[in-house]
């Protein structure tokens, strides 16, 4: 046997866990599931951290070659941050199978509704200020892994646990100026967009998390489905918002009434460009017209009814061209941008 029985252990916990993860993780996966008596120990938490070091040359007490066999771990962030990966880790030499296995066990990446929940959180309860345990976090995960935006690739071991989603909330410390310390130096593109976008708005920051939450308790239906894969990853409000904005643009007998009314008056255009979509395309564009919600998504109550003069009619270039400025751009302003 090459290594010890821990070292065996810590091995197979991380590539449960996709290859890297927190010392936390690799406790409790290897807590629930190990080939080592673990209650005989009276600290067997501390062997199992003795034992990275003393395989990992990102540590002083590292006594082996670096890159050679016995150098298994590599520390992220840096040591004290406690999250560990296996260093040799290959994808390259495994087979497909075997390949397909590993990604599924790497959780998705962060999307924009599941950063807009945790920097709301963030300016709540500043990260410096509490740990994993808290019940806030314990809280958002909850929320976090009940989102219905990943789908099966989520790895049901850790997908957003407690201690993700306070490691997750750590990640914005770095952009924060009130923050005195160093933070964790990686992190996605995304994170860098949602702190910028929202950081001196912390209000419509909470409005919007609350609207998500709000959606996914009240129309768990509608919010599962996706309408557009693209639309919905640009929709600066995140999935969860885009898919209710688009349901109430769609369904409601409100939008029928809209459209019905417009046909009647032989009007049925679009109100900002004056498309037609009849005129352009004859009998395949008869009767069709998109329908903009003009009430922000982040103003989403549970009980709010779509009213007649919320909704505007538009054509498709017109309508993706509303949804791309925050604060949405009103009717007037798009028609007179267009005579410019
Ligand atoms: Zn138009
Ligand atoms: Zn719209």
């Given at each position: 046997?090459l290594?010890?029985i821990w070292?065996d252990?810590?091995?197979k916990?991380?590539?449960?866990l996709?290859?890297?993860a927190?010392l936390e993780?690799?406790y409790?996966?290897?807590?629930r599931?190990?080939?080592?008596?673990l209650?005989?120990?009276t600290?067997?938490?501390?062997q199992?951290?003795k034992?990275?070091y003393l395989h990992?040359?990102?540590?002083d007490i590292?006594?082996?070659?670096?890159?050679?066999?016995?150098d298994l771990f590599h520390?992220i962030?840096?040591?004290?941050?406690?999250?560990?990966?296996?260093?040799?880790f290959e994808r390259?030499t495994?087979?497909?199978?075997?390949q397909?296995?590993i990604?599924k066990?790497r959780?998705?990446?962060?999307?924009?509704?599941?950063?807009?929940?945790a920097?709301?959180?963030y300016?709540?309860?500043?990260?410096?200020k509490?740990?994993?345990?808290?019940?806030?976090?314990v809280k958002?995960?909850k929320?976090?892994?009940?989102?219905p935006i990943h789908g099966?690739?989520?790895?049901p071991?850790n997908?957003?646990?407690p201690n993700?989603?306070y490691?997750?909330?750590?990640?914005f410390?770095?952009?924060?100026?009130?923050y005195?310390?160093?933070?964790?130096?990686?992190g996605?593109?995304?994170?860098k967009?949602?702190?910028?976008?929202?950081?001196?708005?912390k209000?419509k920051?909470?409005?919007?998390?609350?609207?998500i939450?709000l959606g996914?308790?009240y129309?768990k239906?509608q919010v599962?489905?996706?309408?557009?894969?693209?639309?919905?990853?640009?929709?600066?409000?995140?999935?969860?918002l885009?898919?209710?904005?688009r349901?109430?643009?769609?369904?409601s007998?409100?939008v029928?009434?809209?459209k019905?009314l417009?046909?009647?008056?032989?009007n049925l255009?679009c109100?900002?460009?004056?498309?037609?979509?009849f005129?352009?395309?004859g009998?395949?564009?008869?009767?069709?017209i998109?329908?903009?919600?003009a009430k922000p998504?982040s103003?989403?109550?549970?009980?709010t009814?779509?009213k007649?003069e919320?909704?505007?009619?538009?054509?498709s270039?017109?309508?993706?061209m509303?949804?791309?400025?925050?604060?949405w751009l009103?009717?007037e302003?798009?028609?007179?941008?267009i005579?410019?």
């Amino acid at each position: 046997m090459l290594y010890n029985i821990w070292v065996d252990e810590i091995k197979k916990a991380l590539d449960k866990l996709g290859g890297r993860a927190s010392l936390e993780d690799i406790y409790n996966t290897m807590e629930r599931n190990s080939g080592i008596n673990l209650s005989k120990y009276t600290d067997w938490r501390s062997q199992v951290r003795k034992n990275i070091y003393l395989h990992s040359s990102d540590t002083d007490i590292f006594k082996y070659t670096t890159g050679g066999k016995m150098d298994l771990f590599h520390s992220i962030d840096g040591k004290g941050k406690g999250i560990w990966a296996l260093r040799f880790f290959e994808r390259d030499t495994l087979d497909d199978d075997s390949q397909e296995a590993i990604a599924k066990k790497r959780n998705p990446s962060w999307k924009r509704d599941e950063l807009i929940l945790a920097l709301n959180l963030y300016f709540s309860h500043n990260p410096s200020k509490i740990n994993n345990k808290h019940v806030e976090v314990v809280k958002l995960s909850k929320i976090l892994n009940s989102l219905p935006i990943h789908g099966d690739q989520a790895n049901p071991d850790n997908f957003r646990n407690p201690n993700g989603v306070y490691m997750k909330m750590c990640n914005f410390l770095r952009f924060d100026p009130n923050y005195k310390g160093k933070g964790l130096e990686r992190g996605s593109k995304l994170e860098k967009e949602v702190w910028d976008e929202f950081y001196k708005e912390k209000n419509k920051l909470h409005n919007i998390a609350q609207s998500i939450i709000l959606g996914i308790t009240y129309e768990k239906e509608q919010v599962s489905q996706t309408i557009n894969r693209d639309e919905e990853e640009e929709f600066p409000e995140g999935k969860i918002l885009y898919r209710l904005h688009r349901q109430r643009e769609r369904n409601s007998s409100v939008v029928k009434k809209k459209k019905r009314l417009a046909m009647e008056k032989n009007n049925l255009k679009c109100e900002i460009c004056t498309f037609d979509f009849f005129k352009k395309y004859g009998e395949l564009g008869y009767g069709f017209i998109e329908c903009h919600h003009a009430k922000p998504i982040s103003d989403y109550k549970e009980d709010t009814k779509t009213k007649l003069e919320d909704l505007v009619l538009v054509c498709s270039n017109c309508h993706r061209m509303l949804h791309r400025k925050r604060p949405w751009l009103s009717k007037e302003q798009l028609r007179q941008l267009i005579k410019q």
